[in-house]
């Protein structure tokens, strides 16, 4: 097993706000968290930005 400071800390109970959790290493850093048994809350500014959009166009739509 690696060693990671996640993995010698108990994150049981707590819950992470992560940013930029999408992809990427900020993606890495949501399955750390979950492995050290924290609920991982994911931020991401690129999903928000495309869930927005998404919605606009099907307003769009009906309007």
């Known amino acids: 097993m690696k060693w990671t400071v996640l993995s010698v800390m108990d994150f049981k109970g707590k819950t992470a706000v992560i ?24 931020i991401d500014l690129r999903n928000l930005i495309s869930a927005a959009m998404s919605i606009e166009q099907k307003i769009r739509q009906i309007c």
């Open 19 to 42: 940013t930029g959790g999408a992809q990427g290493i900020g993606r890495c850093i949501v399955e750390e968290f979950q492995k050290a048994g924290a609920t991982a809350c994911v």
